[in-house]
């Protein structure tokens, strides 16, 4: 028996993970990795002779994917969670402490924006439950639409843009309100009389659990293990190059014919590799873009008088180059541990790549300029690192469910092929866990039978 899962990310990896479970040593799992590692956008790095994270850094810990994963892969003792500080925004070249109570970003209440917005835009909030809506259930719009309509530009982009930038690297303009908020185009389906009410209903229930976790020593340990659990054979620096169906199981090139296949590319990579075999799924996945984003991981001296807040987030429109800021030694207690005060500035958003074209001295210059701007303090790294991370996250843009719904519709009915990655049901580490798991079960399922 012989499976092949293209693409080494943690969708991939998990996958291969799940298999080995299902299907036992002697089936022979290939990973076929386009790059020169496994772990996609995960990748932990060294700065000032510790671990640092230079992709995700965080969790969602509400979710148990990966709190369950590090468990059974034995790393429980990796487990961090985040001091509980807030972020900042800033805006109007001021820092503001992030409104509280809000769904990524779009308020329940005017109160919460007070001193980020104008008192005209506080009113527009405070109104906005007297507004007729009109909502057509199942419809679908880009955030930025419904939320300037409804509560004013400057909620949009001092409260909403920080917030998504953070997540997708997107802005409210390209990503949809069906997908990236499912429980808020509920609650207008059910027919809420305002985004107030709305935004009210899909509030998440309030618990005391930390919202975030981490691991210890970075993501790195949660790929090695994995890996080692996993034992697949790994084939790195060669592409999938084409998936095709064979009269028993499937081709890849340039691997050859395998009885399962699990496709955990990025979409549009999906697409290309199953253009011929399953041109609908293909097509639905071609439409789904990336976004591309760059970090500098910078060190400080211990001593740098850093704000006592979990991160900075810029509000769109502001004259500077950063997109975000994570003050990991405020955010994160093991880290506060180390010897320097370490930090991680973000660059790049949708639709503005130019970041990634820049050279390493120019991005660590910007994030220097721009941290000092925002702190009012002097900025002098002992260390920096430059990562860059072209299309690495795809956007949810208005349309995705359906995007998503026919690409599995295509590759259900057919034998031995999954797919899984971040464009499906999620973006985050948890949904990626998920969708390899389910892309594990569902071959596990179609071998066993073919086997008995
Ligand atoms: C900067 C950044 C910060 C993030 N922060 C967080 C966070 O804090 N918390 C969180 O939950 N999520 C975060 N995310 C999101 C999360 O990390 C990703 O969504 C997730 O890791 C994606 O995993 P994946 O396996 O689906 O895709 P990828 O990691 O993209 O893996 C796909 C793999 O396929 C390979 N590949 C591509 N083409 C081919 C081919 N033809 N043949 C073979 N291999 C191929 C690629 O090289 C890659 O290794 C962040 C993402 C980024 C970019």
Redesign the pocket.
């Known amino acids: 028996m012989r499976i092949a899962v ?8 998990v996958a291969a993970y799940r298999l080995r479970q299902r299907l036992g040593a002697e089936t022979d799992i290939v990973v ?4 020169p590692r ?5 990748h932990t790095g060294e700065l000032a002779g510790e671990p640092m994270d230079l ?6 810990g509400r979710r148990p994917e990966v709190i369950e994963l590090m468990a059974e892969l034995g790393l429980d003792d990796q487990l961090v969670r985040p001091a509980g500080k807030r972020p900042l925004v800033w805006a109007q070249g001021a820092a503001h402490p992030l409104p509280g109570r809000t769904l990524m970003g779009i308020p329940t209440d005017a109160e919460s924006l007070r001193g980020l917005v104008d008192e005209a835009t506080l009113a527009q909030v405070a109104a906005e439950p007297e507004r007729p809506l009109r909502w057509e259930p199942g419809a679908d719009v880009d955030v930025q639409s419904l939320v300037a309509d409804r509560f004013g530009r400057q909620v949009v982009e001092r409260s909403v843009d920080p917030l998504l930038g953070g997540v997708y ?1 997107g802005i409210s303009a390209s990503i949809g309100v069906r997908a990236a908020l499912p429980a808020l185009a509920a609650a207008l389906d059910r027919g809420a009389t305002s985004l107030t009410e709305a935004v009210r209903a899909a509030m998440p229930a309030p618990s005391t659990e930390p919202v975030f976790g981490g691991l210890r020593d970075g993501y790195g340990a949660l790929l090695a293990a994995l890996t080692e659990a996993a034992a697949p054979r790994v084939i790195t620096t ?4 084409r998936v095709a169906r064979a009269p028993r199981g499937w081709v890849v090139d340039p691997l050859g014919l395998v009885d399962a296949v699990v496709v ?3 979409a549009p ?1 999906t697409a ?2 199953l253009h011929h075999a399953v041109p609908a799924a293909a097509e639905a996945a071609a439409g789904i873009a990336l976004s591309s ?1 760059a ?1 500098v991981a910078m060190a400080l001296p211990r001593d740098t008088a850093l704000p006592d807040n979990s991160g900075i987030l810029v509000a769109t429109g502001e004259p500077l180059r950063a997109k975000a800021f994570t003050l990991s030694s405020r955010k994160w207690p093991h880290l506060a541990a180390r010897d320097v005060a370490l930090v991680r500035a ?1 660059f790049g958003r949708f639709g503005d790549d130019s970041p990634l074209t820049w050279s390493d001295d120019d991005l660590v210059a910007a994030a220097v300029a721009d941290l000092s701007t925002v702190t009012g303090l002097a900025i002098t790294p002992v260390q920096s690192i430059v990562q860059r ?1 072209p299309g ?2 795809p956007q949810y843009a208005p349309g995705h469910a359906d995007r998503v719904a026919a690409i599995e519709a295509a590759v259900e009915p057919l034998d031995g092929l999954a797919v ?4 499906l049901h999620g ?4 949904a ?1 866990v998920a ?2 798991t389910a892309a594990a079960e569902r071959i596990a399922g179609a071998v066993g039978a073919r086997v008995d």
């Open positions: 293209i693409g080494g990310g943690i969708s991939g990896l076929l990795e386009q790059g496994l772990g996609g956008v995960l992709g995700a850094e965080a969790f969602v690297a060669v592409a999938g190059t955990a590319t990025p990579v290309r590799l984003s970090l973000s991370w690495g996250l899984a990655g971040a464009y973006v985050g580490v948890p990626c969708t390899g």
